[in-house]
């Protein structure tokens, strides 16, 4: 048990939101069902916080609706939960919080700066690595200061940018994730078209070399201090030329796990996936992405909040990944203890200045 509750966060300004219910509605129930403190906290497509118990049952969101909740706002260490009139009703203390949001501000560090602002633990990603993973034109630029492989590309910021890469060509959106946008473009027309959809949905697209005869394999990570643990690799057998929403999500496609791959390739990726973990000392649970082509290995995505916390991939059941939250929050709760250690220092520089040196105008807000 922990003290304080756990807020678990999902939903969110994204396109991936249903799919973030499934994630926090299914983290939420595996530490209820161990007897947590929970507080479940769902953010709608439009930016709303709510949060409620009720929250965590999935069949409370058919057809576009809201379980019974109440809005949250937030402060120091708490979330408060308000009446329909904005009203305080109840201050829960928040001992440590788990991010489900896929996708938008959520997966892009946005709760986790709130997070650190409020001074509550995270047993997620940091700031730090949600905002570079979420874009797809900054991972390719990290990934190639730590040298590893990715696949050629080119990122364009307009439709009408030239585009140099032989066709086929993959068109992806920087920052949406899921596979939403992502399309195969095999001659001038289809890249047209696809950067048309494309720039709907995101201020900018990379371009990339398109792998025809391809495996994907992907490979989860966490860390406890300092050691980071990986899991086995995961083939995700596409239907089509790509592994569409479909796949992921609607049974569609198909999973082999263990991955039927040579030992040589299985060790490449598990070193690789726990050398850039370590390397940029990332935190929580993240999920790596790889490209097989042949024998070379491209790491294609970094997913800071992979779908169902990637659960299925380093635990045999509930139990097992029950401990592996807890141990993330104890974790977490760790972390902040130390960082409260370190000393803030006041300069003392203001008092240089006389009074009112610095004063423009009266529109001050009292």
């Known amino acids: 048990m922990t003290d304080g509750a756990i807020a678990v966060f999902f939903g969110g300004v994204s396109s991936e939101n249903e799919i973030s219910v499934l994630t926090g509605t299914m983290t939420c129930n595996v530490l209820k069902a161990r007897g947590e403190n929970v507080l479940p906290v769902y953010i709608t497509q439009e930016g709303k916080f709510y949060a409620g118990g009720e929250l965590a049952d999935i069949k409370g969101y058919k057809n576009g609706a809201l379980p019974r909740s109440q809005r949250a706002a937030f402060a120091e260490k708490s979330i408060y ?29 946005g709760i986790s700066g709130l997070c650190a602002a409020l001074g509550i633990p995270l047993a997620s990603s940091s700031v730090f690595e949600s905002s570079l993973f979420i874009d797809k034109y900054l991972t390719k630029i990290a990934l190639a200061g730590l040298g590893v492989s990715t696949l050629p590309f080119e990122l364009l910021t307009s439709e009408n940018d030239d585009m140099s890469l032989d066709f086929p060509v993959m068109v992806k959106p920087c920052t949406l994730g899921s596979s939403i946008g992502v399309v195969r ?36 990570a966490y860390s406890v201090g300092e050691e980071v643990i990986v899991s086995p690799c995961e083939e995700a057998v596409t239907c089509g030329d790509i592994l569409s929403y479909d796949d992921k999500y609607s049974g569609a496609g198909e999973r082999v796990f263990p991955a039927r791959i040579a030992e040589e390739i299985s060790d490449k990726i598990r070193d690789t996936t726990k050398s850039v973990y370590g390397a940029l000392k990332m935190s929580g649970i993240v999920r790596f992405d790889y490209i097989l082509e042949g024998g070379t290995v491209w790491l294609s995505e970094v997913n800071t909040v992979p779908g169902s916390l990637s659960y299925y991939l380093l635990s045999e059941g509930w139990n097992a990944f029950y401990d592996i939250l807890m141990s993330l929050v104890d974790d977490a709760k760790r972390r902040m203890r130390e960082q409260a250690k370190k000393r803030v220092i006041n300069t003392g520089i203001i008092n240089n200045f006389v009074s009112n040196s610095c004063k423009i105008g009266g529109n001050i807000v009292k």
């Not at 939960?81 to 560090?109: D, Q």
């Not at 697209?205 to 394999?217: L, M």
């Open 81 to 109: 939960l308000l009446s329909s009139r904005g009203k305080i009703r109840r201050e829960v203390n928040i001992g440590c919080a788990i991010n489900c949001c896929h996708g938008g501000w959520g997966e892009g560090g």
């Open 185 to 220: 473009a095999d001659d001038e027309e289809e890249l047209r078209q696809a950067l048309a959809a494309a720039f709907e949905l995101d201020g900018a697209v990379i371009v990339e070399r398109c792998v025809t005869d391809r495996r994907e394999i992907n490979c989860a």
